[in-house]
């Protein structure tokens, strides 16, 4: 029975009014059981705005197993458009800048590890390595209101392994560069 009744179901994104709860636009939809794509399935997970435009993460899926992942962007007109960036079995990071979306990262197949990044339009924008000592699983945090990046630099174990972090100027990053700014807490 309750195959039957999430087998006519879908998930909703929606604006909501924050005073009542209550929607006041349905951004997108999409079945209970994802989007069909050939053998298998496609299904949606928020990842940011910026504008009007709204972007999720497509994880495309066969019955068995994850494939690999893209981005659709659903902008203000209602029209959905995919981004043309599609993965094989990696996940693409998303980068805000307040609450802004404005790029997206993923990681290629070499060691040491590189990263590709890339605009809202889908367009290729850098490559970057971490820098030495930056932790490559968590390499990119957050992009401050001076263009600067924040990437982890690991934890200290002398201080209950508190995470460590480093500034990068983007355009400097983009670029390739590995020069960072360690961040000084004051305890």
Request: hydrophobic residues 35%; negative net charge.
């Amino acid at each position: 029975m309750l195959s039957a009744i999430l087998q006519n179901s879908t998930y909703e994104f929606d604006l909501t009014d924050p005073a009542t709860g209550r929607p006041i636009q349905k951004i997108f939809e999409y079945p209970c059981y994802g989007t069909p794509e050939g053998d298998g399935y496609i299904t949606y997970t928020y990842a940011g705005k910026n504008g009007s435009d709204f972007y999720f993460f497509a994880d495309h899926m066969t019955p068995s197993y994850w494939v690999g992942s893209s981005i659709l962007c659903i902008h203000s007109d209602g029209t959905q458009e995919d981004l043309g960036i599609m993965t094989a079995q990696k996940f693409i990071r998303p980068m805000h800048q307040n609450e802004a979306l404005r790029w997206f990262m993923i990681p290629n197949d070499d060691f040491p590890r590189t990263y590709t990044f890339y605009d809202l339009q889908g367009n290729e924008i850098g490559h970057n390595a971490a820098p030495a000592g930056v932790d490559v699983a968590l390499i990119m945090e957050y992009l401050l209101d001076d263009g600067r990046v924040v990437l982890t630099l690991g934890s200290d174990p002398a201080h209950n392994y508190v995470t460590n972090y480093v500034t990068i100027p983007a355009d400097a990053f983009l670029n390739g560069s590995t020069e960072y700014t360690e961040m000084e807490f004051v305890e």
